[in-house]
C-alpha cells in the first residue's frame, strides 16, 4: 500500500482487490473442511467443544430440557429418573402438556441457547419432533433405537431427541438416551459403521449453510 493513495475496488490494472465477506466465508468454509479432513487421516482425535474445560477440571454440565404429554410422560419420568444419576449432566423437567405445547417450549429453549439439548415425549415420539422442527436451528430427531440415535448426533446434530410411550419400552429409551448423549457430531458412530470416511465427514462439516439457505427460502413461501 503506497501511503496516502486510498485503494479501489475496480477489477481494472493495479486495483487493490479487497476480499467480500462472501469470500471469505466460502474461504473459510473450504479451510475448514479441508483441515477436518486432514486431521481424520492423520488419526488426530477429535476434542469436544468443551474438551478445555474438562481439562481444567471445570467441566460444565450438560443441559438437558425435557417436556411431554400424557402419552409420553411415564417414558419421561422415567428417562428424567435415570439422567439425574449420570454425572455432568444438569435435567430440568418441563412436566407435561399439549403435545404441541410440550414440544414448544422445549424447542425454544434450544432454540435460545445452543449449548443446551432437549427431550421430547409423547405417544410415538413423532407429533412432538414435527411442532420442534418448525423452530429454526432446533434438529429434533424421533428414534426408536440406539442406531438411529447416534445416527441423528453423527450425522444430523440433532439437538432434540424425541421418543413414545407408546411405541418405546423403559430400558429401551435409556439405551436410547445414553446413546444420543455420548454421540458427538461429525464423529464416527459405533466401529460398525464402515462406510465412515474422511468424505463423508467433510461432507458433514460444510453443509449447514446450504441447509440453513434452504430453511430461510422455505420460511418465504
Known amino acids: 500500500l503506497v501511503p496516502g493513495h486510498r485503494p479501489t475496488y475496480g477489477a481494472g490494472q493495479g486495483d487493490l482487490r479487497l ?59 422415567a428417562v428424567v429418573d435415570h439422567l439425574k444419576t449420570k454425572a455432568g449432566i444438569e435435567v430440568e423437567d418441563m412436566g407435561t402438556d399439549k403435545y404441541y405445547v410440550a414440544a414448544a417450549d422445549v424447542a425454544k429453549r434450544v432454540q435460545d441457547d445452543k449449548s443446551t439439548k432437549g427431550m421430547l415425549f409423547c405417544g410415538t415420539g413423532m407429533g412432538v419432533g414435527i411442532v420442534a422442527n418448525k423452530f429454526t436451528g432446533v434438529y429434533a430427531a424421533t428414534c426408536e433405537n440406539e442406531a438411529a440415535a447416534r ?16 411405541v418405546t419400552t423403559v430400558d429401551d429409551a435409556i439405551k436410547i438416551a445414553d446413546a444420543w448423549l455420548d454421540q458427538e457430531f461429525c464423529a464416527k458412530p459405533g466401529a460398525e459403521a464402515d462406510w465412515w470416511s474422511p468424505e463423508v465427514e467433510a461432507f458433514l462439516s460444510s453443509k449447514f449453510p446450504e441447509i440453513d439457505s434452504i430453511e430461510q427460502d422455505s420460511r418465504g413461501r
Open 151 to 166: 445416527h441423528s448426533r453423527s450425522i444430523n446434530n440433532s439437538n432434540i431427541l424425541a421418543m413414545g410411550g407408546l
Open 19 to 77: 476480499p467480500t465477506m462472501a469470500g471469505l466465508y466460502k474461504s473459510l468454509a473450504a479451510a475448514l473442511v479441508v483441515s477436518r479432513a486432514a486431521a481424520f487421516r492423520a488419526g488426530v482425535p477429535r476434542l469436544h467443544p468443551r474438551a478445555g474445560l474438562r481439562m481444567m477440571g471445570t467441566a460444565l454440565p450438560t443441559k438437558i430440557v425435557i417436556g411431554a404429554d400424557g402419552f409420553g410422560e411415564e417414558l419421561k419420568d
